[in-house]
């Protein structure tokens, strides 16, 4: 069975930076897709970064184009969200998600996905 656990969530001043961390167990190959989604108090979960283990190739929501880059360490089953320059509106509980044989014209979709962390939670302060 697959696992996930986030880390590297925390409190940060505005125009900070943090790194989540997705630790992944239980992958039976490299084709899965791994997925970052957020959630903001009192709104739906949103999809914020894709990437595919197989070719590496991602998927960024458009608004975080350039502030946000999603990594992958195969050796060490490890994907990575590099959040720079962040805003209070960032502020959410983020899950990293996986799932096998899904391409990334639909890794957005949290409908997608059996397998879910827990979530880590960032703070960005004003």
């Known amino acids: 069975e697959v696992q996930l656990v986030e880390s590297g969530g925390g409190l940060v001043q505005a125009g900070g930076s943090l790194r989540l961390s997705c630790a992944a167990s239980?992958?039976?190959?490299?084709?899965?897709?791994i997925g970052w989604f957020r959630q903001a108090p009192g709104k739906e979960r949103e999809g914020v970064s894709c990437?595919?283990?197989?070719?590496?190739?991602?998927y960024y929501k458009d608004s975080l184009k350039g502030r946000f880059t999603v990594s992958s360490d195969n050796a060490k089953n490890t994907v990575y969200l590099q959040m720079n320059s962040l805003k209070p509106e960032d502020t959410a509980v983020y899950y990293c998600?996986?799932?096998?044989?899904?391409?990334?014209?639909?890794?957005?979709?949290?409908?997608?996905?059996?397998?879910w962390g827990q979530g880590t939670r960032v703070t960005v302060s004003s």
């Open positions: 998600t996986a799932e096998g044989g899904l391409t990334l014209q639909y890794c957005s979709d949290a409908r997608e996905y059996d397998y």
């Open positions: 239980g992958l039976t190959d490299d084709d899965y897709v």
């Open positions: 990437i595919s283990r197989l070719d590496g190739s991602t």
